[in-house]
C-alpha cells in the first residue's frame, strides 16, 4: 500500500504525469509486488508467511528510497475532494468503493468456478492440483489481487490524506488479519467467506473508534487488537477440537 501511494505521488507530483498514468502505474507496481510473492512461494516453495513478511519488507524500503523518506504534496485538488464530497448526501468514493469490491468479491466468491477453487486450494493444494486445478498459477493471481487491492487502498488513502508518505499503512496487516479472523475465515485454509470479512472489518472498526473516543492510547489499542486475534484464532482452535 505504501509503495503504491509513494509511486503515485512520484509519477504525478514529481514527475508531473497525468494523474491515470499514475493511478495506473501504481497499480502495476503493487501487482508486480504481489506476484513476486505468489512466484517465490508456489517456485522456490517460500512459506506464505515469510514469502508476505520479506515483500512488505521490501516494499517498505523501496517506498522510503523513492523520496528518502519524506513527504509528497501537492496532488490536484479535485483528487482530495473526490474523497471527501458526499454523493446523495451520504456516500463518499471511498465507501463506495468499498462496497462495489465486497460485492465482486461475494460474486466471484459464490457463482463463479475461480472462487470454488479458491477453497479448494486453501483446503488442500495437492487435491485440487489432482482434480485439474492449476495451483500455481491460481495462486499467484491470488497475491497479484490482493496486491492490486493493497495498491488500491493506498490510493484511497492518499486521497483522504491528500498527501503520500513512505510510513503509511504501517500495522495495518494486524487489522486485517484480525478482521478475516473474526469473520470466521480459517488460518489453515478451506473454509470462511467475504461476507464474514464484512462484519470482522465494522467489528474493528467500530473497536478502534470506541478505543479513539474512550482516548485509550494507540500504544495500548496495539495490545488489544493483537489479543483480539489472539482470542479469534485460540477459538476457531478450540472450535476444531471439537469437531
Known sequence: MALAMMVLGYLNVEAGMPMILALSGALVVAGLAGAASGFLITEFKVPAFIATLAMMSIARGLAN????GSQIIGFPAWFNMSAIIR?????????????????????FQRYRAGG??????????????????????????????CALLSGLAGMLLAARLDSVQPSSGVAYELDAIAAVVIGGTS?????????????????????????????VSPFLQAVIIGLVIVLAVAAETFKHRKR
Open 65 to 68: 528510497m523513492i523520496t528518502d
Open 187 to 215: 488460518l489453515s485454509g478451506g473454509t470462511g467467506g467475504v461476507g464474514g470479512t464484512i462484519i470482522g472489518v465494522l467489528i474493528i472498526g467500530v473497536l478502534r473508534n470506541g478505543l479513539n473516543l474512550l482516548n
Open 87 to 107: 454523493y446523495g448526501g451520504f456516500l463518499t468514493l471511498t465507501v463506495a468503493v468499498m462496497l462495489i469490491v465486497f460485492a465482486v468479491a461475494i460474486l
Open 116 to 145: 470454488r477453487m479458491l477453497y479448494a486450494i486453501g483446503g488442500n493444494p495437492e487435491v485440487a492440483r489432482l482434480a485439474g486445478i492449476n495451483v500455481r498459477h491460481t495462486t499467484i493471481l491470488v497475491y497479484t489481487g
